[in-house]
């Protein structure tokens, strides 16, 4: 919520139907930790509630993307009668440019626990390596 919010605003937000859905303005996109080491670049995705199967992953030119499905949960022939929903559904994609000293036939993707870890190592040209002196 904006800090510059006029109290009607407020009123207004604060007392939303519980049983409306979230305003249309919040979009889907899961949370993305992007970590690098001297010998890959690590994107660790959330993604809990989709299976494996409903993610597809593709680099083309330098460009890694993540595409997935979220559906909502059926409940048999009874349709839920949702008292608060805040959780989002549907499709997203997510694009992240790679530095061009990865290597994109190394890369490999694994889902373990609603996170989806993408690792794409780095070529031997960028890994970083000790340079001896040579003595007199």
Known sequence: MNANCTPTQVRRYATRPHNQ?????????????????????TLILDL?????????????????????????????????RFVRHERIF????????????????GIKARFKHGSLHITAPKTDQAKARTIEIAGE
Do not use: H
């Open 21 to 41: 859905p979230a305003p249309a303005t919040r979009t889907y996109g899961p949370a993305t930790d992007i970590v690098e080491n001297d010998n890959n670049v």
């Open 48 to 80: 809990p509630g989709i299976a494996p199967a409903d993610i597809s992953i593709k680099m083309v030119e330098g460009v890694l993307t993540v595409k997935a499905r979220r559906e909502r949960s059926k409940d048999g022939e009874n349709k839920p």
């Open 90 to 105: 549907g499709d997203f994609e997510r694009t992240f440019r790679l530095p061009r000293t990865v290597d994109a036939t």
